[in-house]
Nanobody
Framework: QVQLVESGGGLVQAGDSLRLSCAAS????????MGWFRQAPGKEREFVSA????????DYADSVKGRFTISRDNAKNTLYLQMNSLKPEDTAVYYC?????????????????WGQGTQVTVSS
């Protein structure tokens, strides 16, 4: 089992950058594929990005490709999401999630563990 705690959200202006972090408990962080999802008010939770256990394989939603970068530090049990050129439509609660697999996945239902979320608000 793994517990996840996100941090780094905040209120920024369009064009600014933020880096989200997700601290994981437990000694088996490297055995989990990790993902970032987001949920805006009145909308369903959507996939943002995912990374495999080693950090070599990554996947991104089309809406964030070229602007967001996912990474992980297995020695620190931490997942990151670097978000650049933020847009108002990026406003949402961002969640990190873990699945006990070496493979990435963009389906929320395949992730077993979730953090509590961190709010990102981008003003125009």
């Amino acid at each position: 089992q793994v517990q996840l705690v996100e941090s780094g959200g905040g209120l920024v202006q369009a064009g600014d950058s933020l880096r989200l972090s997700c601290a994981a408990s437990g000694r088996t962080f490297s055995s989990y594929a990790m993902g970032w999802f987001r949920q805006a008010p009145g909308k369903e939770r959507e996939f943002v990005s995912a990374i495999n256990w080693s950090g070599v394989v990554t996947d991104y939603a089309d809406s964030v490709k070229g602007r967001f970068t996912i990474s992980r530090d297995n020695a620190k049990n931490t997942l990151y999401l670097q978000m650049n050129s933020l847009k108002p439509e990026d406003t949402a609660v961002y969640y990190c999630a873990a699945r006990p697999s070496i493979y990435t996945d963009n389906a929320a239902r395949r992730y077993d563990y979730w953090g509590q979320g961190t709010q990102v608000t981008v003003s125009s």
